[in-house]
Structures are given as C-alpha cells and as structure tokens.
C-alpha cells in the first residue's frame, strides 16, 4: 500500500465498518484515479460489493486484484467467501486453499475454508480446520458459531450446545446463538425420543 494513500484507506475502512459501503467504493475509486495499479483498492472495493451482496460486482474488482497479484491472500479469501455465500463450494474451496497457503493459520480464512469443506462432503476435515482456527483464536464467535452448527448437524449436541453458550457468554444478545441453542435443545429431546422408540421397536 503507497503511503500516499494510508489517509484514504483508512477513511475507507472507517467507511466500511460504518456500513457505508458505497462511500468506501467511492473513495477507493479516487485511489485508482491516482494508481490504477492499486491491488488493495480493488480488494477493499471487492470486500465492499460483497458486503452488499453485488456479487458481480464484487468479482469483477477482486478478479482485478488478482491478475495484479495472483497471490494475494486476501483477494482469494474475499472470492472463496463469495463462492460459498453464494453455495459453490467447489469453487470456494479452490479460492481458500489457495488463500490458506498463502497465509497459513489465519483463523478467518481457515474458518471459510472448514465451512466450505463442510459443506462440499469433507465433513471430517472441515471439522478439523474450524477446530484449528478455534484454537488460533478461541473467543471468535463467527467460529464457534459455525463449528457449533457443523457440530449440530452432526448430532454431537453436546459440543454443539457448548459452542453456543460460549458465544451467548462474550455475546449474550447474539440471536443466532440462542436461536441456535434452542434448536440443539429441541432436536436433542427429539433425537432421544426416536432413539426411545427404535430401541422399544426392537424389544
């Protein structure tokens, strides 16, 4: 990033964290008025567009990104995040495990990247990676969110239950968490019940 534009930058992010997101595109078009060049531009307004769920939009500026900086470990994981919001897990999972060994151990791109895997039959090892990026940063609660549905689906409610009442602890208005609690707890009690009736069924 050229000095020149820290200012600029910064203001953008402050932009994008206000949720002013087509203001922080605006001002990272100025730096590309300066240096068309600018990889992390493009990348800010790639993230900016997926905020807003312009996908097309968003591919277009990242995809920019890339052929300035085909390793650019950030342009990858914002286009493996898009490619899973949007359910093509596939392609996601190309983005991230690139993304993944351009940046090893950054516990956002593995928490996508386990996600994805998840999702894409690697049950096991999307597992594995969400359980890394906990261990990297043991008080994210996008990550033990995401670990603690992979874990419900799985019907480990156990895990499940204690995953969601630890984001509920450092986040306790957190509605997808008690959301999330309480579908464990119902499914929990439903679970016992069929597996009741299955074990009487065989008597």
Known sequence: MKEDF?????????MKNDGNHMEAVKTCEKILMEDLDCVEAYEEIGDNYLSLREYEKAIKALKKALKLDARSA???????????????FAKSIKYLEFADRCEPNHPEILRCFGWSLYHNKQKERGIILLE???TLTPDDSLILSDLGVCYLNNKNFDKASTLFKKVLMIEPENAKAKECLNAVRFFKHEYKKLKKSAEQAEI
């Open 74 to 88: 950030n342009a990858n994981y914002l286009l493996g995040f898009l490619h899973s919001a949007t359910g093509d």
């Open 6 to 14: 820290s200012y600029l930058f910064g203001e953008a992010e402050q």
């Open 132 to 134: 890394r990026a906990i």
